[in-house]
């Protein structure tokens, strides 16, 4: 029988209702991204990974993302985006310990790639499974859903501020951390939930990549996507390389980077309806470019995270608009263009790290990050193409 609305209201009063449901997943999701981010320059040094070496092994976790995306859609539209969802998760749990017991270079290629796969289907899972949730329940629920991911991630990486603060294991920390997370959170995923059927859309058919006005709207996406990225694998090293920060104040700058973005999603929809998208996108790119040039150009640990504070606020609205105008498109049905749009965003993030990586190899860390500066200057002039249909 189909859930009505009265219905998907009164689960709201439970301690596990959808929404606390799909919250939880991006929550886990963020959390186990940001324990891995904050560990990055420990499982590199012990390693002995150069810059580039660590931007080739980041390209294998994006391989295996890209890879996973096509046969997690296909699960989630055969066995349903909720159950897809819960048991991906516990494999990306499983990625996450993998990382910490590889113990030489061939394994950690294996595990990062096993990490990323599960990462990107989990990721493809829990949004198809959002947006079912956010479809019943009749009303906006995306941006806060997306600030769960940011709120788990700075949660993640304070946890790896911690762990190395008290000289943790790496793998003793990814196990414990990790199990305890998921324990908690698939807690509050255990409802049951049984997906209305997908309505008949329009003769267009679904687009792998952006086109036409929509291929703006990606582009936008990706230089913020890229952001996000970059900061969430370089920012700890970042902070090592060039400020001479120890490994736990490293940790903390993801974790800054993540509160920021946290807390303007949770008010970036009363900043988009107080002076409108186009303007809201202007105002993210000219923060998320101001942050980026004084991180770089101060050079010291409190400029840094000032500067990183700044990119976490502006990266926050990005997303959330270009998903915004993509289901406002007059041209395709919302699913789809919300999904070419996605296809932009989610190569962003995948190709940020390796490309930081091979810069700072070939340049230097520093010069690497103006790219993210350039890249945000880039939102602020195509800030006109997020103007809603």
Same mark, same amino acid.
């Given at each position: 029988?189909?859930?009505?609305?009265?219905?998907?209201?009164?689960q709201?009063?439970?301690?596990?209702?959808?929404?606390?449901?799909?919250?939880?997943?991006?929550?886990?999701?963020?959390?186990?991204?940001?324990?891995?981010?904050?560990?990055?320059?420990?499982?590199?040094?012990?390693?002995?990974?150069?810059?580039?070496?660590?931007?080739?092994?980041?390209l294998?976790?994006?391989?295996?993302?890209?890879?996973?995306?096509?046969?997690?859609?296909?699960?989630?539209?055969?066995?349903?985006?909720?159950?897809v969802?819960?048991?991906?998760a516990?494999?990306?749990?499983?990625?996450?310990?993998?990382?910490?017991?590889?113990?030489?270079?061939?394994l950690l290629?294996?595990?990062?790639?096993?990490?990323?796969?599960?990462?990107g289907?989990?990721?493809?899972?829990?949004?198809?499974?959002?947006?079912?949730?956010?479809?019943?329940a009749?009303?906006?629920?995306?941006?806060?859903?997306?600030?769960?991911?940011?709120?788990?991630a700075? @949660? %993640? &990486? $304070?946890?790896?501020? +911690?762990?190395? /603060?008290? *000289? =943790?294991?790496?793998?003793?920390?990814? #196990?414990?951390?990790?199990?305890?997370?998921?324990?908690?959170?698939?807690?509050?995923?255990?409802?049951?939930?049984?997906a209305?059927?997908?309505?008949?859309?329009?003769?267009?058919?679904?687009?792998?990549?952006?086109?036409?006005?929509?291929?703006?709207?990606?582009?936008?996406?990706?230089?913020?996507?890229?952001?996000?990225?970059?900061?969430?694998?370089?920012?700890?090293?970042?902070?090592?390389?060039?400020?001479?920060?120890?490994?736990?104040?490293?940790?903390l700058?993801?974790?800054?980077?993540?509160?920021?973005?946290?807390?303007?999603?949770?008010?970036?929809?009363?900043?988009?309806?107080?002076?409108?998208?186009v303007?809201?996108?202007?105002?993210a790119?000219?923060?998320?470019? @101001? %942050? &980026? $040039?004084?991180?770089? +150009?101060?050079? /010291?640990? *409190? =400029?840094?995270?000032?500067?990183?504070? #700044?990119?976490?606020?502006?990266?926050?609205?990005?997303?959330?608009?270009?998903?915004?105008?993509?289901?406002?498109?007059?041209?395709?049905?919302?699913?789809?263009?919300?999904?070419?749009?996605?296809?932009?965003?989610?190569?962003?993030?995948?190709?940020?790290?390796?490309?930081?990586?091979?810069?700072?190899?070939?340049?230097?860390?520093?010069?690497?990050?103006?790219?993210?500066?350039?890249?945000?200057?880039?939102?602020?002039?195509?800030?006109?193409?997020?103007?809603?249909?």
């Open positions: 029988m189909t859930e009505t609305r009265s219905d998907y209201l009164r709201t009063f439970r301690l596990r209702s959808p929404w606390r449901a799909v919250s939880s997943m991006f929550m886990l999701n963020g959390a186990l991204f940001g324990i891995w981010a904050s560990r990055i320059p420990a499982v590199s040094e012990f390693h002995g990974l150069s810059p580039g070496g660590l931007g080739l092994l980041l294998l976790m994006a391989a295996g993302a890209i890879l996973s995306f096509p046969l997690a859609g296909r699960a989630a539209d055969r066995i349903g985006a909720a159950r969802t819960r048991w991906v516990l494999a990306y749990v499983l990625g996450l310990v993998l990382l910490a017991l590889a113990p030489t270079l061939p290629a294996a595990a990062l790639f096993v990490f990323g796969a599960a990462h289907s989990m990721d493809v899972a829990m949004n198809a499974w959002a947006s079912e949730v956010e479809a019943r009749a009303r906006p629920m995306m941006s806060s859903f997306h600030a769960m991911f940011s709120l788990g700075g @949660l %993640g &990486a $304070l946890s790896g501020y +911690g762990a190395a /603060s008290i *000289g =943790a294991d790496i793998t003793l920390h990814f #196990l414990v951390v990790g199990s305890v997370s998921a324990l908690l959170t698939l807690y509050m995923a255990q409802i049951p939930w049984v209305n059927p997908a309505p008949m859309g329009g003769a267009a058919k679904p687009s792998l990549l952006p086109r036409g006005p929509l291929l703006a709207v990606g582009f936008v996406a990706f230089c913020g996507a890229v952001g996000e990225g970059a900061m969430a694998d370089w920012s700890a090293i970042f902070l090592v390389l060039t400020t001479g920060a120890t490994e736990a104040d490293a940790a700058g993801f974790a800054v980077f993540s509160v920021a973005m946290v807390a303007m999603r949770l008010v970036g929809d009363l900043v988009v309806a107080r002076i409108g998208p303007a809201a996108g202007r105002l790119g000219a923060s998320a470019s @101001l %942050g &980026a $040039l004084i991180s770089v +150009g101060w050079g /010291s640990y *409190g =400029a840094a995270m000032v500067g990183f504070a #700044l990119m976490g606020i502006g990266y926050a609205l990005v997303m959330p608009l270009a998903f915004s105008r993509a289901a406002s498109d007059p041209d395709l049905p919302a699913g789809a263009a919300i999904a070419s749009v996605a296809t932009f965003g989610y190569g962003g993030i995948l190709i940020g790290p390796p490309m930081i990586g091979v810069t700072a190899e070939l340049i230097s860390l520093p010069a690497a990050f103006l790219i993210l500066a350039a890249l945000a200057v880039f939102i602020v002039m195509f800030s006109h193409v997020l103007r809603r249909s």
